[in-house]
C-alpha cells in the first residue's frame, strides 16, 4: 500500500546501483563469478553451481523501482563460461510525479561461453514510467538465451495498461555485427498496444532472443505450430543465425506454462540438459 504523503516523490533522493559481474572457468572446479560489485537496489543472494555452471540470484531488497532510480547491470562471461542470472522476485516499477526509472544493462559472451539471462517480470504500476536500455554482444560460437518478462500492472489491484510510459532500447551484436535492434515507446494513454489489449486484457508479455551455432529453422516452425492454451507464440529467424521470440498470454500462470516449453526447446538445439539449479531458483515460475 502507497502511503500518501505532503513531500513529492520527486524530492526523494534517487537510488543509484546495480551489478557489475564477471564470470571466468576454473579448470578444477568449473565456471565461477571472479570479481563482482552489486550496489542497492540490488542484491546479489545466494549461487549455486552445477555440472559445470553458475547461478547467480539478482534480488531487489527495496521495494522495487521509484523515480528517479537508476539501475545499471554489466555482465561479462569469459570464454567457455556457462552462466545463469536470475532475478526470482518481481520488479514493481512505481506510480510517478514526473521523470522516469532507469535501467541500462550490458552483457558480453566470450567465444564458447553460454549466458542465460532468465528475470522474474517487471510489473509497470499504474502511472508509472520505465526506459530501458540494452546491449549485448556475443560470438558467433557462443550461446545467449535472453529473456524479458513484464506485466502491464497488478491485476489484483484492478490495474491494466494504466502505466504512462515505457521505453526500450535493445541492441544485439553477434561478431560486431548488428543482428537485432528494438526501439519503441508505449504509451497507453495515447493508445498504444491495442492489439495486446484486446486479446489479453490482463495479460503478461516475455521476450526472447535465442543465439547458437545451430541451425534454427526446424526450432521455427516447431515454435509456430505451438497450441499454448490463453496464449500465443511467435517467432523470426534473425539474419546472422539465431531468432527472436515473443510472447503473450492472459496471465501469469499461462505465460509460465508458455515460458517453459520454449526454454526447454531451446534447450534441445544446443544439446545441454537445463541444470536443476537453475530451475530451483526461478521462484517465481514455480
Known amino acids: 500500500m502507497l502511503l500518501k504523503s505532503s513531500v513529492s516523490r520527486s524530492a526523494r533522493p534517487a537510488v543509484l546501483g546495480g551489478a557489475r559481474l564477471r564470470y571466468t572457468v576454473d579448470p578444477a572446479i568449473g565456471t565461477q563469478l571472479k570479481s563482482q560489485w552489486v550496489r542497492p537496489p540490488l542484491h546479489l543472494a545466494k549461487a549455486y553451481a552445477e555440472k559445470g555452471w553458475a547461478v547467480s540470484l539478482l534480488t531487489s531488497p527495496t521495494a522495487g523501482l521509484l523515480e528517479g532510480d537508476k539501475l545499471e547491470v554489466d555482465v561479462a562471461v569469459d570464454s567457455g563460461s556457462k552462466v545463469g542470472l536470475i532475478s526470482p522476485a518481481a520488479c514493481r516499477v512505481h506510480t510517478m510525479d514526473q521523470g522516469n526509472a532507469l535501467i541500462e544493462q550490458s552483457y558480453k559472451v566470450g567465444p564458447g ?150 526454454r526447454k526447446m531451446c534447450y534441445e538445439v544446443i544439446g545441454i540438459k537445463l541444470p536443476h539449479a537453475l530451475r530451483r531458483a526461478q521462484t517465481f515460475f514455480h
Open 113 to 262: 561461453a553460454l549466458l542465460d539471462v532468465w528475470p522474474s517480470p517487471l510489473i509497470l504500476q499504474k502511472e508509472s514510467r520505465l526506459e530501458q536500455s540494452t546491449r549485448v554482444a556475443v560470438t558467433s560460437d557462443s550461446v545467449l538465451l535472453f529473456c524479458e518478462v513484464v506485466s502491464p500492472g497488478r491485476a489484483a489491484y484492478g490495474e491494466s495498461f494504466a502505466f504512462a510510459q515505457w521505453k526500450s532500447r535493445l541492441q544485439i551484436f553477434r561478431d560486431k555485427k548488428l543482428v537485432a535492434f528494438e526501439n519503441f515507446t508505449c504509451s497507453p494513454q495515447n493508445g498504444d498496444l491495442m492489439d495486446w489489449r484486446e486479446q489479453y486484457p490482463d495479460g503478461s508479455y516475455a521476450s526472447f532472443y535465442f543465439l547458437a551455432p545451430f541451425p534454427m529453422e526446424d526450432l521455427v516452425e516447431s515454435l509456430h505450430q505451438i497450441q499454448c492454451k490463453e496464449a500465443s507464440i511467435g517467432a523470426s529467424p534473425l539474419r546472422e543465425g539465431g531468432m527472436g521470440i515473443k510472447i503473450l498470454a492472459a496471465d501469469g500462470l499461462h505465460l509460465r506454462e508458455a515460458v517453459f516449453l520454449v
